[in-house]
């Protein structure tokens, strides 16, 4: 899942970078490199890489030989399969100076239906300054460079200080096994660099706006509240009733609103979002990076659907089901809740306070609230020195001075489970893009062709930078 941010339409400045923006780079790439990066993309595009396909461990084999041939030891290079899909994990060793360093994307991607699309989805086409195909922006491209990149600093022969990484998962946009046993694998990792999150965001006229540095994700969490009744015949109502008790608890959930939080990130957030935002809502951004318990800025923020999820933990109902016949008193009611939780928070006490809020203890039937499933929690990273400051001279050799701003994601990445496992995680794409070319999961999926060459530098710099 490919996230951007949410303020892609504002023009920040002055976090991370200085008061405006230099003139823009276009950073050179050789021709070899460049040439890989779209081989291994229009390869990779042709594979159909959607879950049930059985197509990413042949995906991860022909990544697993293109690395092989490029230089890598056979003994440092596993494609590793679960069920139909696999991981694929490259070792590129340093001397061991400093700790790991991993880097992760994911090779699957959500289905496609050739009828719907003007074009061949499975097959990679170049049209009007564009590169089209399912997955060339949510994965493969950034897959394409990291490979395109590790063979050419083996080219040159970098020789890094760490061990540097390659761990590609196979069902990040389903049910994420991989990434689960991924994170598992690499518990002296130091950080991660994602190319699944992250990324510049580009004005109408391609002008870059921010450089939006991925650093927290919110945990997924789904609860039921269900109501059950001996039920009865519909011509014998009485006084309690499933459907109407489940109705008044989610009109005392739909009241309810969790406390507001921060952390280093959301207040580095709104102080750079604030600066370039108009009127009130602006200034309360800047209010609540100085006192998140600043209590008209948060009634401000919170009544913004866009910024809402990211002062709060979220819980909002989404399916209902209930009763068994038109004749017949409901003997169940559910509720579905989507639950997008504040890092930091454990899903167990999101549970106990929607219980807290919803259930009459008082009731005949009083109501159950339960988790579904197990989600995993994410802290959020840390904004380390080293980290900025290698992302900082990424962006520089495009553009001096952009903005690096840093973001908290509603939804879910690989980073998540590698987060959960005490590894630090950013999302730190080197793909530039208008809002208005995000087609990710959507008919006609493009990105500009002219983002290649620089992602491939942004890259290559990112890992020369961290890798000494």
């Known amino acids: 899942m490919k996230l951007r941010a949410a303020v892609a339409l504002i023009a920040l400045s002055g976090l991370y970078g200085h008061a405006m923006p230099a003139a823009a780079a276009t950073p050179k790439v050789d021709a070899k490199t460049h040439d890989k990066a779209v081989e291994l993309l229009g390869k990779g595009v042709g594979f159909r890489t959607v879950m049930g396909q059985g197509q990413v461990p042949a995906y991860a084999q022909y990544l697993a030989d293109q690395l092989k041939a490029g230089g890598f030891a056979a003994e440092d290079v596993q494609v590793q399969t679960y069920g139909d899909t696999a991981a694929l994990v490259a070792r590129y060793r340093g001397t061991g100076g400093k700790r790991p360093m991993l880097l992760s994307a994911h090779m699957d991607v959500v289905e496609a239906k050739p009828a719907d699309w003007t074009r061949d989805p499975f097959k990679l086409i170049t049209e009007g300054g564009y590169f089209y195909g399912r997955g060339v922006y949510d994965n493969k491209f950034d897959v394409s460079v990291i490979v395109a990149t590790l063979l050419r600093l083996k080219a040159e022969g970098f020789k890094p200080s760490r061990d540097i990484i390659l761990a590609l998962s196979g069902d990040e946009e389903t049910a994420m096994v991989t990434t689960r046993a991924l994170s598992k694998q690499f518990p002296d990792a130091e950080l991660l660099l994602n190319g699944d999150a992250g990324g510049g965001t580009l004005a109408a006229n391609d002008k870059p706006i921010a450089y939006n540095l991925q650093a927290a994700e919110k945990t997924y969490g789904t609860l039921t509240i269900e109501v059950t009744n001996p039920g009865g015949h519909s011509s014998r109502p009485h006084a309690d009733n499933a459907i109407y008790d489940l109705a008044k608890a989610l009109d005392k959930l739909a009241a309810y609103q969790f406390p507001a939080q921060?952390?280093?990130?959301?207040?580095?957030?709104?102080?750079?979002?604030?600066?370039?935002?108009?009127?009130?809502?602006?200034?309360?951004?800047?209010?609540?990076?100085?006192?998140?318990k600043d209590a008209e800025a948060i009634k401000v923020i919170g009544a913004d659907p866009e910024y809402v999820g990211m002062i709060r933990t979220t819980c909002v109902a989404t399916m209902l089901s209930g009763g068994h016949a038109e004749n017949a008193l409901p003997q169940r009611a559910t509720a579905t809740v989507n639950c997008r939780i504040f890092p930091g928070v454990a899903v167990e006490d999101v549970r106990r306070q929607v219980a807290d809020v919803v259930i009459d203890p008082a009731a005949k039937h009083p109501a159950k609230v339960e988790i579904i499933g197990d989600p995993t929690q994410s802290p959020a990273s840390p904004l380390r020195e080293d980290v900025m400051a290698a992302v900082r001279k990424a962006v520089d050799r495009r553009q001096p001075g952009l903005p690096i701003v840093p973001q908290m994601s509603p939804g879910a990445t690989d980073s998540l489970h590698f987060r959960a496992e005490g590894i630090p995680s950013y999302g730190v794409s080197g793909l530039y893009m208008r809002p208005t070319d995000d087609f990710a999961h959507g008919l006609n999926e493009r990105v500009p062709v002219s983002a290649l060459d620089p992602d491939l530098d942004h890259w290559h710099t990112l890992l020369t930078e961290l890798g000494r």
């Open 262 to 292: 921060a952390d280093e990130l959301t207040r580095a957030f709104f102080r750079a979002t604030g600066k370039q935002t108009a009127g009130a809502l602006g200034q309360a951004m800047l209010r609540f990076a100085e006192d998140p």
